[in-house]
């Protein structure tokens, strides 16, 4: 697996941006300054601990100020078992941001119509979290 990482500095919020991308199948993206948050194309690595580090590194300092509106979009195609864990822990440190005062959290889960699967992993992901959902077919 090819992965790219780049973290881009960004001067107004002194955050960095975070994009992880590999083998041209997906991305990983977390822009402070945008308000642009998300997971699209294939997750699928071999080692899911090394590849999403950088990404629970980054919402440790999100978390210490986050945008007073979140919302993450997950647009996949695919992903596997490994990296089903790791998203839970994702939306999980979204959830202990939508707790806080003053802060809203919201998903925006994408799945095509025929993908019936992807759309109940995202059901699921919905009854473990208090945060809305929103589910949106494309």
């Given at each position: 697996?090819?992965?790219?990482?780049?973290?881009?500095?960004?001067?107004?919020?002194e955050m960095?941006?975070?994009?992880?991308?590999?083998?041209?199948e997906?991305?990983?993206?977390?822009?402070?300054e945008?308000?642009v948050?998300?997971f699209?194309g294939?997750?699928?690595?071999?080692?899911p601990k090394?590849?999403f580090?950088?990404?629970f590194n980054?919402f440790?300092e999100y978390?210490k100020n986050p945008n007073s509106?979140t919302?993450?979009?997950?647009?996949?195609?695919?992903f596997?078992?490994a990296?089903?864990k790791k998203?839970l822990?994702?939306?999980l440190?979204?959830?202990t941001?939508f707790?806080?005062?003053?802060?809203?959290?919201?998903?925006?889960w994408?799945?095509q119509?025929?993908?019936?699967d992807?759309?109940?992993a995202?059901?699921?992901?919905s009854?473990?979290?208090?945060?809305p959902?929103?589910?949106?077919?494309?």
């Amino acid at each position: 697996i090819n992965l790219i990482l780049v973290l881009l500095e960004s001067k107004k919020f002194e955050m960095e941006k975070l994009k992880i991308e590999w083998n041209k199948e997906g991305k990983i993206i977390m822009d402070k300054e945008n308000g642009v948050f998300e997971f699209s194309g294939r997750i699928l690595p071999h080692n899911p601990k090394e590849f999403f580090e950088p990404l629970f590194n980054w919402f440790d300092e999100y978390i210490k100020n986050p945008n007073s509106s979140t919302v993450i979009t997950f647009k996949m195609d695919y992903f596997n078992t490994a990296s089903s864990k790791k998203i839970l822990d994702a939306l999980l440190v979204l959830e202990t941001i939508f707790k806080m005062d003053n802060f809203y959290v919201e998903v925006h889960w994408y799945y095509q119509e025929e993908d019936q699967d992807l759309y109940e992993a995202g059901v699921g992901y919905s009854e473990l979290v208090n945060i809305p959902f929103k589910f949106k077919n494309y």
